[in-house]
């Protein structure tokens, strides 16, 4: 049960920080970045995950391995081994109220129509779920394939060297900027997106370690406008970007958020950057 609440929690996050006017700021592309500089007496690392991908597509490269064993500690976007993390991801799960009551009625027969097709089973049946859970369903269901979390395998990797882990935001923060940015009608209408041809080029950009076509895919009008750019991506990154210099002042960290978050100009990199820190791509 751990796990699966644990797939569902990072489905979740990576149904909407997947153009808005975008520019690249990174010549080089690499999934993995060396934080020094700025007063640090060791390196920290910064690490883009995709959130879901296909057993057979999952890599986890030796220069990853090596910066993975020089940190001490590992920082996600949520800490997914904190147990009231876990009961509030359990809550999130189910819906307020029945979608009946929350849907208009055009939507609630486009939802079913939709389900129908993609899952086989109509929208009475998930009624008492959120529609963040729906799309897990949906988004697990397209990829078609046994999933490996890259977070997960990070936990593990963790455990075996008595890391502690620790969440850079609360999975309530998270559900309160999904809100923010998209309405239902909005969820409803972004569930057919995400596809086998989705997936498909999103593991050929990510095993390539292409983060600027990751970003520029995120960040595809039909997944996010500027206003949903503001609240999934570029606020996050600050929060991040705010908290990572006290974290790396006292040890080593490997720092591990979705790959999206690595780009742009109000990225991650770019922010650490502007901060004062050198930041510079691992390539081997």
Known sequence: MKTLLQLAAIAMVALFTETVNAQSTSAENSLLWEISGNGLQKPSYLYGTVHMICESDFKMTDKT????????????EVDMDDP?????????????????????????????VFLKEKLGQGVTVF???????????VMLKSLACPPKVYELEFMKMAADKKMEIIGL????????????AYSSKEIIEQLQQYDADYF??????YNSEQIQKIYQMTIDPKFMDAEDKKWLLDIRNKNWAAKMPELMKRES??????????????????????AGYTVKPVMN
Request: charged share 25%.
């Open 253 to 274: 960290i490997f720092f591990a958020v979705g790959a999206a978050h690595l780009e742009g100009n109000l990225g991650v990199i770019r922010l650490l950057k502007n």
């Open 127 to 137: 009624e008492n779920y959120s529609l963040t859970t729906i799309m897990s369903m």
């Open 65 to 76: 391995r090596k910066a993975f064993g020089k940190t001490s500690k590992l920082a996600l």
């Open 169 to 180: 935001e609360k999975i309530t923060a998270q559900l309160e900027f999904l809100d923010k």
């Open 84 to 112: 009231s993390e876990l009961a509030v991801m359990q809550q999130s799960a189910m819906g307020k109220e029945p979608l009946s009551k929350t849907l208009s009625a055009e939507d609630y027969q486009k939802l079913d």
């Open 200 to 205: 498909k080029a999103l593991i050929s950009d």
